[in-house]
């Protein structure tokens, strides 16, 4: 009798296993999943609520279109005076970091491209090149950055920091869910990046890479355990002209699309590192971007319209 | 080995094939509809939570359901409302589509070869 009370003990112990959890959200324009895996349900609703004010609180910081405390809209307009612009801590350390990586790129991952995206997204027709030159500076070099305060040589440049936000938020969500020791999570972040923690089988989770050219079929599947991966590309986001699609990543030199891949996969362990080199390595010759690569010891997969070239390590994840 | 011991024995086993069984049928965990807009996809539903969602289609709110693991239009803006007079889809590629709207509703199992896919 004694054996089978303790064998009856030890199947209830079991069944006080790992549940998943699942969170929807959309903030920054993007539909976010969070799934956890946990035995813990309060901790695990904590974390949910921890989490969206974390997206909360950055979706007004990088706001362009609207004013919240010391956000991007607030420094956009402030700009135009000329002087120095005090604005929330958490905001100056996001563009420090944009800057950071902007010299980085050799200035390839621009964040002051605000004034030309407009003109691609509002203009009916295809902008000419002194349309996109007229209308306003281009130039990060003309925004400096000094101990939490801001100061601009030149009043017309407009901040966007679509390129950067979803990675560097997705950063501190890693920081704070290795604070509070959950390891199990997947977070979906729209369809182009993805935080990955340990699978809750400890298995390995397995991401299906969609081929850009024709949006039903994966080209590839990979297999990953806490990493970063994110994908930039021309399928979900264009600008279109009389029919033509046009990649919405701009060439901060040309001020054009000028795209060498349809699309461009990075993986990484930093979640900031995968997003800025993923939009970085779409405007770069492909010989150059190995480079780049190497430099930050990232592994990448391009699509380009002449096929698919990987990095050496894309075949540990296969 | 004693008789308690083989009634042991047959125990264990009883319990661990009903837990097994148990599992399989509420771990139904498998499937999923993914809703484009304009070929966008815009959201990822997961079909065993019962659940409503909304989204914006072309022409305004798309209203959504999600009921015992099917899922259905309840309302759109549209003339002839064919996609919430066609009703609940449940099996794999089963597709709603809205065309006026530009919304696409497609239902995929999760047990194929990828957990989540990227583009």
Same mark, same amino acid.
């Given at each position: 009798m004694k054996?089978?009370?303790?064998?009856?003990?030890?199947?209830?112990?079991?069944?006080?296993?790992?549940q998943v959890f699942s969170k929807d959200l959309f903030y920054m324009n993007t539909y976010i999943n969070i799934k956890i895996y946990h035995h813990?349900?309060?901790l695990v609703n904590k974390t949910f609520s921890d989490i969206e004010q974390i997206y909360q609180k950055y979706d007004q910081l990088c706001d362009r279109y609207k004013k919240h405390e010391y956000n991007l809209y607030? =420094?956009? +307009?402030? &700009? *135009?005076?000329?002087?120095?612009?005090?604005?929330d801590k958490r905001l100056y350390d996001l563009l420090k970091v944009s800057k950071d990586y902007y010299l980085k790129t050799n200035k390839f991952f621009s964040i002051a491209l605000g004034n030309v995206t407009d003109v691609w997204t509002n203009?009916?027709?295809?902008?000419?090149?002194?349309?996109?030159k007229a209308s306003g500076s281009t130039d990060l070099d003309d925004i400096m950055l000094k101990e939490n305060y801001i100061f601009s040589k030149n009043s017309d440049v407009s901040l966007d920091l679509g390129g950067i936000a979803k990675g560097y938020v997705n950063n501190i969500i890693k920081e704070y869910l290795h604070d509070k020791g959950i390891k199990k999570y997947l977070i979906t972040s729209g369809t182009s990046s993805i935080l990955i923690g340990e699978h809750y089988q400890n298995e390995k989770y397995r991401v299906g =890479?969609? +081929?850009? &050219? *024709?949006?039903?079929?994966?080209?590839?599947v990979l297999k990953l355990n806490t990493n970063s991966i994110s994908t930039s590309g021309t399928i979900d986001n264009y600008y279109e002209f009389s029919g033509e699609?046009?990649?919405h990543i701009i060439n901060p030199f040309t001020l054009y699309p000028d795209n060498y891949s349809l699309s461009v996969t990075v993986i990484a362990p930093d979640p900031i590192l995968t997003e800025v080199l993923s939009t970085t390595l779409v405007l770069l010759p492909i010989e150059e971007g190995k480079k780049l690569a190497e430099k930050y010891d990232v592994e990448v997969i391009w699509f380009t319209k002449d096929g698919i070239i990987e990095t050496e390590g894309i075949?540990?994840?296969? | 080995m004693n008789k308690n011991d083989w009634i042991l024995i047959i125990i264990i086993i009883f319990?661990?094939?009903?837990?097994?069984?148990?599992?399989?049928?509420t771990n139904q965990e498998s499937n999923q509809a993914l809703v484009y807009n304009d070929n966008k996809l815009i959201l990822t539903i997961d079909l065993t939570k019962d659940d409503k969602y909304q989204v914006m289609g072309l022409n305004g709110e798309v209203d959504i359901e999600v009921k015992n693991n099917q899922i259905r239009v309840t309302s759109e803006t549209s003339n002839y409302h064919l996609c919430s007079k066609q009703g609940y889809i449940s099996k794999s590629w089963e597709t709603i589509v809205c065309l006026p709207n530009k919304i696409i509703i497609r239902v995929t199992s999760l047990d194929q070869n990828y957990d989540v896919i990227l583009r």
């Open positions: 054996k089978i009370i303790t064998l009856f003990f030890l199947l209830l112990l079991t069944g006080c296993q790992d813990d349900q309060e607030y =420094l956009n +307009n402030e &700009l *135009e005076k000329n002087q120095e612009i005090e604005i203009n009916k027709e295809l902008p000419s090149y002194e349309e996109l =890479l969609i +081929n850009p &050219l *024709e949006s039903e079929k994966i080209y590839k699609k046009y990649s075949k540990n994840y296969e | 319990i661990s094939f009903s837990l097994l069984l148990f599992f399989k049928l």
